[in-house]
């Protein structure tokens, strides 16, 4: 004999279950998001959220833009993949667009953040052996996010990291963020690159300090050392350029781009400067690396961002979140307000960061997504398109959220 469940109860219990049939990495709220579109996005529930995240500030236009959903249909019912071995139209045009946004000669195209890191190390070694007598030693930083494959987790600068998945890949060395002597120390005759995010995402918005990136730029040059800068976050207007070098006034001679470019889907890219295209045949590849599908989304996406009326505007955006989010600061005691362009973070005088997420998911009837990437800070990344009205609706929740939280 069985008892009729509540409705209640039956979705406690669903919720309960969200996780069965998942291997465990993460633990996720109690929701299933079913829709979005720009800013906005909707649970089984039927509750609606502001989300200031955005896919991890991969949804550059926002959740589903019909941009991204027309290059989609148009190519998916040409051509999806005729194989990496190949060329296809979007990846030319793609790898063309890129080459002429900046001081890049070259593109090489593959599906994840970590992937294309990847990419850019064996890029650097190859050089290495080719150029530098076999020097392979890559310098990252302190704090860094680099990815999860094993090296990449090797390379990053999270605490523990380095050790986790035992044996890890060897030939990483440490510096220390904003430390030029840091670096100075660090380098051997094995170093070849310097890898670093110019703003650190993951870490919690760490801006690096101009002054230091021009002296690393001069001491990489002097010594015969790649400058690697990882982009995935940065990248395609985030940072209210095309790329976040050019808020630094320098030039890298690597460049990874991810998670902003794709929109919403996978594509990556490692872009590098013709003197370092030294790959042989066979070195690098991936089934999926360059595929029409994911090429004309990032054609689209590219075209749409990196134009100066689409950057103006982010900019303009930017600076309309900075001033709501100092409002926050004076009102609540905060420590401080940081960012580049639509990358910002709140600082907060205690690690309550995480309370404050979930109590801004909690609001009714009209919920605020955001991310903590530390205990104590509060991450924002929305569409590159967030339009001021909702900068505003989005203060005024995280306000009600800080409040509940705070007393
Ligand atoms: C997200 C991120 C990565 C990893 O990208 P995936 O696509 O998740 O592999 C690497 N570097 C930075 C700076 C990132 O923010």
């Given at each position: 004999m069985t008892t009729p469940l509540s409705q209640?109860?039956?979705?406690?219990?669903?919720?309960?279950?969200?996780?069965?049939?998942?291997?465990?990495?993460?633990?996720?709220?109690?929701?299933?998001?079913?829709?979005?579109?720009?800013?906005?996005?909707?649970d089984e529930g039927g509750k609606r959220y502001l989300d200031l995240v955005q896919g991890w500030a991969v949804n550059s236009l926002g959740h589903s833009p019909p941009l991204i959903a027309e290059?989609?249909?148009?190519?998916?019912?040409?051509?999806?993949?005729?194989?990496?071995?190949?060329?296809n139209r979007p990846m030319l045009d793609l790898a063309r667009r890129l080459v002429s946004l900046g001081c890049f000669d070259r593109v090489w195209f593959g599906s994840s953040g970590a992937e294309v890191n990847e990419a850019a190390v064996k890029l650097a070694r190859r050089w290495g052996q080719r150029m530098r007598h076999g020097a392979h030693e890559v310098i990252s930083f302190d704090g860094a996010f680099h990815g999860r494959t094993l090296a990449m987790m090797r390379a990053s600068g999270k605490l523990g990291w380095d050790s986790v998945f035992a044996p890890m890949p060897a030939g990483f060395a440490?510096?220390?963020?904003?430390?030029?002597?840091?670096?100075?120390?660090?380098?051997?005759?094995?170093?070849?690159?310097?890898?670093?995010?110019?703003?650190?995402?993951?870490?919690?918005?760490?801006?690096?300090?101009?002054?230091?990136?021009?002296?690393?730029?001069?001491?990489?040059t002097e010594r015969q050392l790649l400058l690697i800068a990882d982009?995935?976050?940065?990248?395609?207007?985030?940072?209210?350029?095309?790329?976040?070098?050019?808020?630094?006034?320098?030039?890298?001679?690597?460049?990874?781009?991810?998670k902003g470019i794709g929109g919403g889907v996978p594509l990556a890219a490692l872009l590098c400067k013709e003197s370092f295209n030294c790959f042989a045949p066979g070195d690098q590849g991936g089934t999926y690396g360059g595929n029409p599908l994911m090429a004309s989304v990032g054609l689209a996406v590219v075209n749409t961002v990196c134009q100066d009326g689409f950057l103006a505007q982010v900019r303009l955006r930017?600076?309309?979140?900075?001033?709501?989010?100092?409002?926050?600061?004076?009102?609540?005691?905060?420590?401080?307000?940081?960012?580049?362009?639509?990358?910002?973070?709140?600082?907060?005088?205690?690690?309550?960061?995480?309370?404050?997420?979930?109590?801004?998911?909690?609001?009714?009837?009209?919920?605020?997504?955001?991310?903590?990437?530390?205990?104590?800070?509060?991450?924002?990344?929305?569409a590159l398109t967030i339009s001021d009205d909702e900068i505003d609706q989005g203060m005024k929740l995280l306000h009600e959220a800080l409040q509940v939280t705070m007393t």
């Open positions: 209640d109860s039956a979705t406690a219990l669903a919720d309960a279950d969200l996780d069965r049939d998942l291997i465990t990495v993460t633990t996720r709220p109690d929701t299933v998001f079913v829709d979005g579109q720009g800013s906005w996005l909707t290059a989609l249909a148009r190519q998916s019912w040409r051509l999806l993949n005729p194989s990496p071995a190949f060329h440490r510096a220390r963020f904003n430390d030029i002597s840091s670096v100075e120390r660090a380098i051997t005759p094995a170093s070849v690159a310097v890898m670093i995010e110019l703003v650190q995402g993951e870490a919690g918005v760490n801006l690096a300090d101009p002054g230091f990136v021009r002296e690393l730029r001069a001491l990489t982009e995935v976050q940065t990248g395609i207007g985030r940072c209210g350029r095309a790329f976040a070098h050019e808020l630094f006034g320098i030039e890298p001679d690597l460049m990874t781009l991810a930017a600076g309309h979140l900075a001033r709501g989010l100092q409002a926050l600061v004076q009102d609540h005691g905060l420590v401080a307000e940081r960012g580049a362009g639509l990358l910002r973070a709140l600082v907060l005088p205690t690690d309550t960061a995480p309370q404050v997420v979930a109590a801004a998911q909690a609001l009714s009837p009209v919920g605020l997504l955001i991310n903590a990437p530390r205990p104590n800070v509060l991450r924002f990344m929305p």
